[in-house]
């Protein structure tokens, strides 16, 4: 497999999870925390951010392609996957 789909999958998945958290986050699922919409962005870019270090370490710095690999094959995908299953799940609240 192609290491630009490997990646894409990759976050996509990381993409999944931080929508459901940043659901959680910004509806008051977690209990204590609230209803707190920043400290959902905040989740959202810090598993971005943990999911890029995770790619460069399973795939390579070389293999990933720096910055412009990173952009197109990982941060585009996780944020149009993290922002759309937030609002799915937050409208069907």
Do not use: C
Not at 47 to 70: D, H, N, P, T
């Amino acid at each position: 497999m192609d290491i630009e789909i490997k990646l894409t999958i990759v976050h996509s998945a990381l993409a999944l999870v931080a929508g459901f958290l940043s659901f959680l986050l910004s509806t008051g699922g977690i209990s204590g925390l609230g209803k707190n919409e920043f400290l959902a962005v905040l989740a959202g870019l810090l598993i971005l951010y943990l999911g890029g270090q995770l790619s460069e370490r399973m795939f390579g710095k070389e293999a990933v392609g720096g910055m412009k690999g990173w952009l197109w094959s990982g941060i585009v995908p996780f944020f149009f996957v993290w922002i759309m299953v937030w609002v799915i799940l937050y409208n069907m609240m």
